[in-house]
């Protein structure tokens, strides 16, 4: 593409799609395969090198802040990913992407009122995220004036008291919906919780609704508990690691150590993913600088399996089924006595799994019966092994019946209550898994309540609230009026031009955000910015220096403590911001919410009384790495009505498709964080200068005589029947099964509909969508 080419294929909803149409000059898209370097290694080296100098120009403080990232004595977590910090404590701990997203935070760039006034809100939305982002640190509380259709500045107390009224003046709290977005540290989780139950609502949409409600639900079905059991010292001793789902390179390269480490002590080390992702070939570690120097790569893999999209299911049935036959001849398959001992509903499980017929599983998962009795010699072979996955396999319809079917396949062999065994689900944000353990959850336990109601002296509502998608029709249905949002809810969620619709029909959306978004320039009739503090950044309060605390993906709690200098004097925490709404919207409040402001050991008293396993809550997070909450099934207790691991026996769905139609996954670039676009490159999967593509299958594309580069339009078919098209996308052939195809979110939300969520999680489909595909006219 040039710069003098027609945007003919910008979408009229969303102007996220195509390169920055602000930016001067467009390169022209580069497109050279998948990568075959290791992955991290010198690649990365060079690519934070050209960010740092290129980009943010924070090379000098930035490194400082840097060194102290994920520290055992102090420093600020990552807020990159949930991946747990190193057990040994002493090395450094970071990554590329953790690098970059804190460089990104830490821009020199500054949003000021100025900005506001040059450009009106009509203007600014049809920018590219891109570009909105690109302008830096928001300042200053901003206010939408229809008038003049541009943000103007208002002071925090006028800002907290607009939303207070709003709140206060709504006929039902239930028109009230509170978006958390799992950067969100414990402490002001907690506030925000305590708010709106204390309004009287549990409309807690996060964005767990889109990306693990299905793990926590399919856990808690089987195992009585919502999160993983593993942590990383089961990593470093387990005997095979399956990795499902998951783009480690990008999403978790913090990861890449562990695989390296594993690969080296033997371990076997299976990826099933339609992409042989980077991080499922080989690495080189960052920070082993001997290795880096002598470019020596420590492969992450002994075997990949390309399942097609939502084949997985059929695949993990099929490798117990495997693991059932050879137990036929060789006993020691089964670990009988934990299944006698520990486990409800193997008798049932065993029938279903005769009763499968082998080519059905074949065709299902579109892997071949050699290869999937492959995985099942080497999971036998292993003594210990783990399961983990990320959104692959939470963001289609039987994400349930299949992540049950990985807990199945773990307690055949008694993987599950000892070390280096277990199931262990990767999640995104970097403490989406505090959000929960803190109370954000549109469907509490009525133990959390009692609890919540007889410490803090609230009636908390018992309804369940809603979830994201609820929420989104809720908002449309005129039904939720006042929105408060951490985040890029409007384009984060599904059915862009739909979730614009509801946005736009409430009469008020609050954001409290550190840079412009999609979220920002979509919104209600009237609307707040809150500029917020980011977490690499010193919070003062009344009682000095504040840290904050998080808990990652294997359920260790820790501090965090930012350490920079606040990029504009007129920030505020989200701790203070969300207290301040609290203050103004409930001026008979129990809930010392000044003194928790004032001091965060005092929330942190509160929850320690509140929530389950954080009982002495301000000494431990002191201790040096933290603690690590208790998960009872990692002690074979189990909270399920059997008292026992519960064996699930789903019926396998038939996932086969209409000819002509093709199964979309929707994912990440290696150059983006969610809704953050870093650039328009995606290093691992070698392409240039281009988001709006389609990664197909080579032989796909030539069987409708496509070549690469070629312009389609892509339609997707909901189940109500009703179609959506984003046009001119550029195909790019790659190594995927065939009717298999990928591309970007957020550009692809437009396809998802809103009704489209699964069953099972009411989680958005965000992978195998159907479409068609059509060549652009
Ligand atoms: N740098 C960076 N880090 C991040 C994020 C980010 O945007 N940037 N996002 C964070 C968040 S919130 C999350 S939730 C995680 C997301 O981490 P990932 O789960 O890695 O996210 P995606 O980019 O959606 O990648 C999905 C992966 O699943 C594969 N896949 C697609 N369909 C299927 C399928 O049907 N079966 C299987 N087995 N695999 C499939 C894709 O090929 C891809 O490798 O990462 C977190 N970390
Ligand atoms: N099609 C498709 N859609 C998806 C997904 C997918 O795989 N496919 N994945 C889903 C998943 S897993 C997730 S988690 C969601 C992500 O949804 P969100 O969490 O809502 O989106 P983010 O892009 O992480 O939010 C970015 C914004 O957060 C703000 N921000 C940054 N730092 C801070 C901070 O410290 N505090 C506050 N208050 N704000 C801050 C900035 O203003 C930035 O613009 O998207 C979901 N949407
Ligand atoms: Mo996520």
Same mark, same amino acid.
């Given at each position: 593409m040039t710069a003098t080419e027609p945007r003919d294929e910008l979408d009229p909803y969303n102007p996220d799609q195509g390169p920055s149409r602000r930016r001067a000059e467009v390169a022209p898209p580069q497109f050279t395969g998948p990568y075959r370097h290791p992955a991290a290694g010198w690649g990365a080296a060079k690519s934070v090198g050209a960010f740092m100098v290129l980009g943010e120009k924070e090379p000098v403080s930035g490194s400082r802040a840097i060194l102290k990232m994920n520290h055992e004595n102090g420093g600020f977590d990552c807020p990159g990913c949930a991946w747990p910090d190193s057990i040994k404590g002493t090395h450094l701990d970071i990554c590329e992407n953790g690098i970059k997203h804190v460089t990104w935070e830490m821009t020199h760039r500054r949003v000021k009122r100025e900005f506001f006034d040059r450009h009106t809100v009509s203007e600014l939305a049809t920018w590219s995220s891109y570009d909105l982002e690109h302008e830096g640190r928001l300042t200053e509380p901003m206010v939408y004036d229809p008038a003049t259709d541009k943000y103007v500045p208002i002071g925090w107390p006028e800002a907290l008291e607009l939303v207070g009224r709003a709140l206060r003046e709504l006929d039902d709290p239930n028109q009230a919906a509170f978006y958390t977005s799992g950067r969100l540290p414990n402490e002001p989780t907690f506030l925000y919780q305590q708010l709106a139950r204390e309004l009287g609502t549990n409309n807690l949409p996060d964005c767990s609704n889109m990306c693990h409600e299905a793990s926590g639900r399919a856990l808690q079905a089987s195992l009585g508990t919502g999160k993983g059991t593993c942590d990383l010292e089961d990593w470093s001793v387990t005997d095979a690691l399956f990795i499902l789902g998951v783009n480690a390179a990008s999403n978790a390269p913090r990861m890449l150590t562990a695989l390296a480490d594993a690969h080296r002590r033997g371990a076997q080390i299976v990826h099933i993913n339609p992409f042989v992702e980077a991080g499922a070939k080989s690495t080189i570690i960052p920070h082993e600088f001997v290795e880096m120097a002598m470019f020596h790569a420590t492969p992450t893999s002994t075997l990949n399996i390309q399942p097609v999209i939502a084949g997985d299911f059929a695949l993990l049935r099929g490798i117990a089924k495997a693991v059932l036959e050879t137990s036929e001849t060789d006993d020691k398959a089964l670990d009988h006595e934990f299944i006698e001992r520990w486990t409800e509903g193997f008798d049932a499980y065993a029938a279903l799994l005769r009763a499968t017929p082998w080519p059905e599983l074949v065709e299902q998962s579109g892997v071949e019966e050699a290869v999937i009795r492959q995985a099942a010699r080497i999971y036998t072979e292993a003594d210990r092994a783990i399961i983990s996955w990320c959104l692959g396999i939470t963001q289609v319809e039987h994400s349930v019946d299949t992540i049950r079917e990985i807990v199945n396949l773990l307690l055949l062999r008694g993987n599950l209550g000892r070390e280096g065994a277990g199931p262990s689900p990767i999640r995104g944000h970097s403490n989406v898994q505090g959000n929960r353990t803190c109370g954000i959850d549109n469907n509490p336990t009525a133990e959390f309540l009692d609890r919540l109601g007889q410490v803090t002296g609230i009636e908390p509502p018992r309804a369940p609230g809603y979830d994201v998608n609820e929420s989104i029709r809720a908002m449309h249905a005129g039904a939720v009026k006042v929105f408060v949002g951490m985040g890029n809810f409007a384009a984060a969620a599904p059915d862009t031009a739909y979730t614009f619709e509801a946005l736009r029909n409430t009469e008020l959306t609050v954001q409290i955000s550190t840079k412009l978004n999609r979220s920002h320039v979509v919104h209600g009739k009237r609307a707040l910015i809150l500029p917020t503090l980011g977490h690499t950044e010193k919070d003062f309060q009344r009682s000095g220096l504040q840290v904050t605390t998080v808990e990652d993906s294997m359920a260790m709690v820790h501090r965090s403590e930012g350490m920079r200098t606040p990029p504009a004097p007129d920030l505020r925490s989200e701790t203070a911001i969300i207290g301040g709404i609290a203050m103004a919207a409930l001026p008979d409040s129990p809930t010392p919410w000044q003194e928790w402001i004032d001091d965060y050991d005092r929330i942190r008293d509160v929850m320690a009384k509140v929530i $389950?396993?954080?009982? $002495?809550y301000n000494r431990r997070v002191r201790l040096p790495l933290g603690f690590r909450i208790r998960q009872p099934a990692r002690e074979l207790v189990f909270l399920t009505p059997s008292g026992k691991a519960e064996f699930s026996a789903a019926p396998l769905p038939d996932l086969r498709l209409p000819a002509g139609r093709y199964r979309l996954s929707t994912m990440r670039s290696h150059d983006q964080w969610n809704t953050t676009v870093y650039s328009y490159n995606d290093r691992y999967r070698g392409v240039k200068n281009l988001r709006t593509l389609i990664f197909m299958n080579p032989d796909d594309m030539a069987d409708r005589g496509w070549k690469q580069g070629d312009h389609v339009d892509v339609t997707s078919h909901a189940r109500d029947g009703s179609t959506r098209t984003v046009r001119g996308y550029r195909l790019i052939p790659y190594p995927i099964p065939r009717g298999c195809v990928q591309g970007y979110m957020p550009e692809l939300n437009v396809l998802i509909a809103i009704g489209d969520t699964s069953t099972q999680s009411d989680q958005p489909l965000m992978k195998n969508i159907p479409v068609s595909i059509e060549a652009s006219a």
């Open positions: $389950d396993g954080f009982e $002495d």
